[in-house]
């Protein structure tokens, strides 16, 4: 049992407002939020105990509720010269997200329950931050998938276009099988396989050996986004999927979803990632394949379409899709070059940039970053400072200026696509389960013992 924590007077950034407000922290719960918690005469209990707490002085910081982020690869087993759960989930608590959800391309991949709670194991030994993972399905596991406990699983993972790995699923029956029977919510990876193998021929015979890195949104391109997404909305309408498309990269797309309804009542949901929302095909130019993503980062267009998105509710959560290579994979020619990059450690701070920028609120970042997040995937007892919610908490310094460098990249990969660019704002504590986990400098507890919790789910 741990003491009481105060946080005096901070800007608590929650469920669409900015107040100037305590909130009392107790064991790994929120358990009240108020105007000067040790001076409240009403709740005599909250009072003696803010009297007793430590108290953090939060004047001129904002204090967010951890980001969730439903998107991250953190190549753990069988990749982890690129990078490992440990290294990843510190860079994560490093950029004020408190709970990630991983996903199953792994090697060997999860297929299978068993592999499945092998991950888990290991993220419960070194994980300083809370974590789910999903269940990986393939033309070939059908009946694993549908083992898929809803309440312990974030969701079942479908590649309909490879991506990486060998995991697509393109065998019409099995995918209207997992659609129809999935137990819990299905998230996809949408580009058509057909048109990116067509587009990537010609290139080949276009260019020769030497493709540039600046034909990628061409290869993989709004038409086979459009064509895979479309094509998963269809069936999901037909067959009633709970379903999750990620990683939107083009405006077409956003044709595909409502802002009609409330988020619990949508059926079909969308994400949108962290790249999308800041790069563009000029910047090819300078960045090469370090901003190499599936699916491409695209046109200035589309930028400002999923932006657009993001503020009248087509688009539901903002997540990373941290995919870490080394820098000697991502250096390579275009077709050897993985896609995928580290975004972790950058994903908060990016976003507060566009608040500084103007171009949405700090309120709505909370809102897409954490409270819709757990909204959208039902999560119990996180995304929101409220009591009882469990204290997955980031202070932020709204204005402290920083660059990205070699040596304050947190990754395992040790490189970053925001490499020299200066940050405004910094995180300058992270807080998971009621306990500070980063200090502004470092990892502040022993491999995350005891700290980062398995998530579940209300459903």
Not at 46 to 68: N, Q
Not at 241 to 264: D, V, Y
Request: hydrophobic share 40%; aromatic share 6%.
């Amino acid at each position: 049992m741990s003491s009481p924590t105060l946080f005096r007077q901070a800007h608590v950034v929650n469920e669409g407002s900015v107040k100037v407000q305590d909130v009392l922290v107790e064991n790994d719960l929120i358990l009240a939020v108020g105007v000067d918690l040790a001076q409240n005469d009403g709740e005599p209990a909250v009072k003696a105990k803010a009297e007793k707490a430590t108290v953090k002085d939060c004047r001129g910081l904002w204090l967010m509720p951890g980001c969730i982020d439903d998107q991250v690869h953190f190549r753990e087993p069988g990749l982890t010269h690129k990078a490992e759960i440990a290294t990843e989930s510190a860079a994560a608590a490093a950029g004020g997200i408190t709970s990630f959800m991983e996903m199953p391309n792994t090697v060997p991949q999860a297929l299978t329950q068993e592999l499945l709670q092998d991950k888990y194991d290991r993220a419960a030994e070194v994980s300083p931050v809370n974590y789910s993972f999903f269940m990986g399905a393939s033309n070939h596991n059908l009946d694993e998938v549908l083992k898929t406990d809803p309440s312990r699983v974030c969701g079942i993972k479908v590649f309909m276009g490879s991506s990486t790995g060998d995991m697509l699923v393109d065998e019409s029956a099995v995918l209207e099988g997992i659609f129809k029977e999935a137990p819990t919510l299905v998230a996809t990876h949408c580009e058509d396989e057909a048109t990116v193998r067509a587009n990537a021929a010609a290139a080949k015979a276009r260019f020769g050996a030497h493709v540039p890195i600046g034909q990628h949104p061409l290869i993989r391109s709004a038409e086979a986004c459009y064509r895979s997404s479309s094509k998963a909305a269809e069936l999901a309408d037909k067959l009633g999927t709970r379903l999750h498309i990620l990683h939107i990269s083009t405006a077409k797309e956003l044709e595909l979803f409502n802002n009609t309804q409330e988020l619990e009542d949508k059926r079909i949901t969308a994400e949108a990632c962290i790249h999308h929302l800041w790069f563009t095909d000029a910047d090819y130019a300078d960045k090469g394949t370090h901003i190499k993503w599936n699916p491409a980062v695209k046109t200035a267009q589309d930028r400002e379409q999923i932006r657009a998105a993001l503020l009248d509710g087509r688009i539901d959560v903002v997540a990373t899709d941290h995919a870490p290579h080394t820098k000697e994979e991502k250096d390579r020619s275009y077709f050897e070059a993985p896609s995928g990059g580290p975004l972790v450690q950058h994903a908060l701070v990016a976003m507060l940039d566009l608040v500084h920028e103007g171009l949405l609120s700090v309120d709505k970042v909370a809102d897409l970053m954490a409270h819709r997040v757990a909204r959208c995937f039902q999560m119990a007892d996180r995304g929101f400072i409220r009591p009882g919610m469990k204290a997955d908490l980031v202070l932020v310094q709204p204005h402290d200026p920083w660059t990205v460098r070699e040596d304050n990249i947190m990754s395992k990969c040790g490189w970053s696509p925001f490499q020299g660019h200066t940050f405004t704002s910094r995180v300058q504590e992270t807080w998971v389960n009621g306990t500070c986990v980063w200090d502004g400098l470092r990892i502040t507890t022993q491999h995350g013992a005891h700290v980062g919790q398995r998530l579940s789910f209300a459903r």
